[in-house]
């Protein structure tokens, strides 16, 4: 197949190639999307191409247990309390700059700030041991609630189908689930983990149910399996959630450590060697995760995977953050 240049000149050939055009990118110049579900009106809905479902056709590659601490009353734009993206390390909200209501409440955590230096914790942030925070107890004297103020969170890394005509075709992308949505993705991984079979060897549809409480509307997902997955891709699955993993647990950067004056290769050379400047202990890079998956036909030289975009938590979490609950409501439920 030839195309006539629009000049008149020679003629030059084009290649129907899926991967044409996209050679020279590679992990670190795309983004892996988030799943997230819109309560009100009942769908989810694709962070980054705002792409909207009823259902999703996933392959879910495994299961990352987190935590994530919301004020009860929350603004457009407010951060956490506290998270802690391997369940284990709490890296709570101190800053000066932030209203008290918007900083980690230490008082009734059981713990004391003076006890734990930014200096001595991961990536020069106050780290905190989420083994002894009373904020995730059902029991919290200190709090006064029996309810617990950190919720359990978890983070699937998937592939799904993003064209419901074609589900063979598909990418990589993060769905979390926290609160009312934590007892039937638990239900769901039992079924795996007793039989100690992975999640990625079987397809699994995700839909939502629609509920109420008081003036709140919210979604439960429901989790089914609807057949296996291609075995051809297995091998491919486990390097994805691999590194996927290993990304999604990684404490946050400390931006504030960073120097201002980032590099800049216009800059004439310095006259002299500009001393080293101290910076905390750098994360591990992330491996680069698996290419999207076409299981129909295998396509020539895949481009490189995507990664989570920039920081999977230096965004509020992928669920909407609770707004402010009317007087004869509840905490609300997701």
Known sequence: MTVSTTGGGSEVAAYDDDNLGFEDIDASDIVMPRITIDHQAGIFRDSLSGAEF????????????????WAKETDDGDKPLCKSPDHENGFPS???DLPRDKRFPFKTSGLQLADFPAEQGLNGLVTLPCSSCLHKEWENPLAGQ???LCDEQFTFPLMYAPDPE???????????????GIKPAKTYVSTYAQRRIPMYRYRTEISLTQMGKGTVVYCVPKFRQIGESNRDQWE????????????????????????EDGDNTNAPAPTAPAAPVARPAARPAARPAAAPVKAARPAPAPVAAPVVED????????????????????????
């Open 54 to 69: 009823e259902k999703l056709e996933v392959v879910i590659l495994g299961q990352v247990k987190q935590r994530i601490m």
């Open 94 to 96: 101190v800053s000066d």
């Open 146 to 148: 029996k309810k617990p």
């Open 166 to 180: 074609d589900p063979d075709i598909m990418v990589p992308a993060l769905f979390s689930v926290q609160r009312t």
């Open 236 to 259: 491919e699955y486990i390097a994805q959630m691999r590194s996927a993993r290993e990304l999604i647990r990684m404490p946050p950067e400390n931006y504030d450590a960073v120097p």
């Open 311 to 334: 920081d999977p938590w230096s965004e509020p979490a992928p669920v909407v953050p609770p707004a402010a609950v009317a007087d004869d409501d509840e905490e609300l439920p997701f």
